[in-house]
């Protein structure tokens, strides 16, 4: 089992920025890739990123390309999502998620065993 904890959600104005935690505990963390999801009100969970389980690929949605940055440090046994040039539409709920499947870029959530709680995030106009 791998026990997940996001933080770092918030209120912020379009154009500023967050940077999202997800602390891991239980299981080895580098034998994990990662990836952070959202879900709006009313919609389906979306990908929005994944990195592999050293750190050395990242994929994105290409929603969030060349906004959102996602790392990774093993030593701490956290993922992180820094979020620049936010805007309306990125407010959702963030989860983030640890896969056991080679195919966790896929951007399907399906790919995924363990999710954490989720942080709000809400960007204002």
């Known amino acids: 089992q791998v026990q997940l904890v996001e933080s770092g959600g918030g209120l912020v104005q379009a154009g500023g920025s967050l940077r999202l935690s997800c602390a891991a505990s239980g299981r080895t963390f580098s034998n994990y890739p990662m990836g952070w999801f959202r879900q709006a009100p009313g919609k389906e969970r979306e990908f929005v990123a994944a990195i592999s389980w050293a750190g050395g690929r990242t994929y994105y949605a290409d929603s969030v390309k060349g906004r959102f940055t996602i790392s990774r440090d093993n030593a701490k046994n956290t993922v992180y999502l820094q979020m620049n040039s936010l805007k309306p539409e990125d407010t959702a709920v963030y989860y983030c998620?640890?896969?056991?499947?080679?195919?966790?870029?896929?951007?399907?959530?399906?790919?995924?065993?363990?999710w954490g709680q989720g942080t709000r995030v809400s960007v204002s106009s």
């Open positions: 998620a640890a896969s056991q499947s080679l195919d966790y870029a896929s951007g399907s959530s399906s790919k995924y065993t363990y």
